[in-house]
């Protein structure tokens, strides 16, 4: 009906009215999960900015294009399409950068730049998002992304937008580089505190700012812990989680805040294992289980829950087979963990299995069941040994 209004008067008010009616409509869908009805809403959109470009050309409707392909390539992501949606972004991206050269000043289209580079670099291999395994690609992007954040916060410091835009990409490529140039994400992380502390000095509860300070406190941690200290990074690190706690039990249907949270159990999780305290990190693994199989459960076509899901699986695998592989441990005590991290593994393949079934696949998933395929056929052979080498220990025994 709303497509035959415009059909109907042919006007660009009633056209942009419906556009606009297909983006909302969309953007409920992806917020509840129905992705195939937000893609297919999108596209409707698309072709009606396709039809406003193509009765005239200006830079305000071919905006309208640019912005459309990106709203198609968050629905394509959604669906596992990483190609697809790094097409789209693309293309946003292009068609950006040829009205950005018409009008330089206007920051709208600069910033419509910025967020297309923002998602090509989260999907071309920001490990903390589906992506493509192509970290200097999203190095690039995110670097590209913090060159006009900066610009845009330089022209308004009292923007909110601006100001979160700027710290999220000090973040961004501070998180992409923490391994290689420790001091200059160290630098970035420090900048990005500094701007998250100016907005929470006045506003103490934002809450989209205390999410930025525990993920700068994470970045931290990570540094802390490469130099040698550990005791600073678990310190950062339960900063960090005591912030999302709290936010994410005030805001459960949040599933930015839960995901964010699930990260941070599983880094303290990750810290205590290469402590060697299996105990401990058992104890944040099953934490962050927890909130993967809840969320899953309240959304099962979600596919980062079912990646955490997975991923879970393949951390508690993990700790198995180090508390499998410890010393002084009795062959008893080692075969039940071996079989423990083979149980785990095998479920984390069967979640990637099922990824095939039901989503689009990529390089994101097909790599991730080959290495819990790789560690499942590690813990057989494990076993496998270690049952011969008792069998044999046995017969040696039964000799006279």
């Known amino acids: 009906m709303a497509e035959s209004?415009?059909?109907?008067?042919?006007?660009?008010?009633?056209?942009?009215?419906?556009?606009?009616?297909?983006?909302?409509?969309?953007?409920?869908?992806?917020?509840?999960?129905?992705?195939?009805?937000?893609?297919?809403?999108?596209?409707?959109?698309?072709?009606?900015?396709?039809?406003?470009?193509?009765?005239?050309?200006?830079?305000?409707?071919?905006?309208?294009?640019?912005?459309?392909?990106?709203?198609?390539?968050?629905?394509?992501?959604?669906?596992?399409?990483?190609?697809?949606?790094?097409?789209?972004?693309?293309?946003?991206?292009?068609?950006?950068?040829?009205?950005?050269?018409?009008?330089?000043?206007?920051?709208?289209?600069?910033?419509?730049?910025?967020?297309?580079?923002?998602?090509?670099?989260?999907?071309?291999?920001?490990?903390g998002f589906l992506n493509m395994g192509d970290k200097a690609a999203a190095l690039e992007y995110y670097r590209k992304a913090m060159a006009i954040a900066e610009r845009l916060a330089a022209t308004d410091a009292k923007n909110a937008s601006y100001r979160l835009d700027r710290i999220g990409s000090y973040i961004n490529v501070a998180d992409m580089i923490y391994e290689d140039d420790p001091a200059q994400a160290a630098d970035l992380y420090r900048r990005a505190m500094a701007f998250v502390n100016i907005t929470l000095e006045t506003e103490p509860?934002?809450?989209?700012?205390?999410?930025?300070?525990?993920?700068?406190?994470?970045?931290?941690?990570?540094?802390?812990?490469?130099?040698?200290?550990?005791?600073?990074?678990?310190?950062?690190?339960?900063?960090?989680?005591?912030?999302?706690?709290?936010?994410?039990?005030?805001?459960?249907?949040?599933?930015?805040?839960?995901?964010?949270?699930?990260?941070?159990?599983?880094?303290?999780?990750?810290?205590?294992?290469?402590?060697g305290n299996t105990s401990v990190a058992q104890e944040n693994y099953r934490e962050a289980l927890a909130l993967a199989e809840k969320a899953l459960a309240a959304a099962p076509a979600h596919l980062y829950s079912k990646w955490r899901l997975a991923d879970s699986?393949?951390?508690?695998?993990?700790?198995?087979?180090?508390?499998?592989?410890?010393?002084?441990?009795?062959?008893?005590?080692?075969?039940?963990?071996?079989?423990?991290?083979?149980?785990?593994?095998?479920?984390?393949?069967?979640?990637w299995d099922r990824w095939s079934r039901e989503a689009v696949s990529s390089a994101f998933n097909t790599a991730r069941r080959d290495q819990a395929a790789r560690s499942l056929a590690e813990c057989e052979a494990a076993l496998n040994a270690l049952e011969n080498a008792t069998h044999s220990a046995r017969s040696n025994r039964k000799r006279p």
């Open 5 to 127: 209004l415009a059909e109907q008067t042919g006007e660009r008010k009633d056209i942009i009215l419906v556009k606009n009616y297909y983006d909302r409509i969309g953007n409920t869908q992806l917020d509840t999960g129905d992705v195939v009805g937000a893609l297919k809403n999108y596209r409707r959109s698309q072709e009606l900015s396709e039809r406003l470009a193509a009765r005239n050309p200006s830079n305000n409707n071919q905006a309208g294009i640019a912005i459309s392909h990106s709203y198609v390539g968050e629905a394509l992501a959604a669906t596992g399409d990483l190609v697809g949606a790094i097409e789209e972004y693309k293309q946003s991206l292009d068609t950006f950068e040829a009205i950005a050269e018409k009008e330089p000043d206007n920051l709208a289209h600069a910033r419509g730049m910025m967020i297309a580079y923002f998602w090509l670099g989260r999907l071309s291999g920001n490990p």
């Open 205 to 275: 509860n934002e809450s989209r700012f205390l999410t930025r300070r525990a993920r700068c406190l994470k970045g931290q941690a990570a540094i802390m812990e490469r130099a040698g200290d550990r005791r600073g990074a678990q310190q950062n690190l339960s900063q960090a989680l005591e912030i999302l706690r709290k936010l994410a039990e005030a805001n459960p249907s949040n599933l930015g805040l839960q995901a964010d949270l699930y990260t941070a159990w599983n880094a303290m999780g990750d810290l205590a294992l290469r402590a």
């Open 313 to 351: 699986c393949s951390r508690m695998g993990k700790l198995h087979v180090a508390i499998a592989s410890g010393r002084n441990r009795a062959d008893g005590e080692r075969a039940a963990n071996w079989r423990e991290a083979r149980d785990w593994y095998k479920k984390a393949v069967d979640v």
